[in-house]
């Protein structure tokens, strides 16, 4: 079993540290804003989950990816819990890319291997699209 724990400093403001060792800010307040909010986190946590997918997806089927960016984009519920109710997953690729071998690899990532995708589609709406960036001629 895994373990992180959360240390309150102050206000809203806490210091957590991850299972491998690693702390991270987090602050509640959205007025005071000195770091990001555990919702934050978890679009991040999003957004790298299913780079990292695609990333080794495109590696394995011997694409030369050039660069990505993921944005995870979302809506929450109106009334507490305020969970993730909606969310779009943008992925802007650059680099010589099949169309298929990008799809593929994202339909990877979201049906099968990206774990916080499937945790919060038990919650939310997921959908995603891409973008393959071409160098200008």
């Known amino acids: 079993m895994q373990s992180a724990s959360v240390k309150w400093i102050g206000e809203e403001k806490f210091a957590g540290t991850s299972p491998s060792g690693h702390a ?27 780079a990292t997918d695609v990333v080794a997806v495109l590696k394995k089927k011997r694409q030369k990816l050039e660069s990505l960016e993921v944005v995870c984009s979302g809506e929450r519920a109106a009334h507490p819990p305020t969970v993730w109710i909606k969310l779009e997953i943008v992925y802007r690729l650059r680099g010589d890319l099949d169309d298929a071998a990008v799809k593929r690899a994202i339909e990877l990532s979201e049906d099968k291997y990206c774990s ?19 160098d200008k001629a």
Do not use: F, H
């Open 24 to 50: 991270v800010a987090v602050d509640s307040d959205r007025q005071t804003n000195s770091a990001p909010g555990p919702m934050e986190l978890v679009l991040i946590a999003l957004g790298a989950c299913t």
């Open 116 to 134: 916080v995708a499937a945790m919060l589609k038990k919650t939310a709406k997921i959908t995603w699209r891409y973008e393959i960036l071409r």
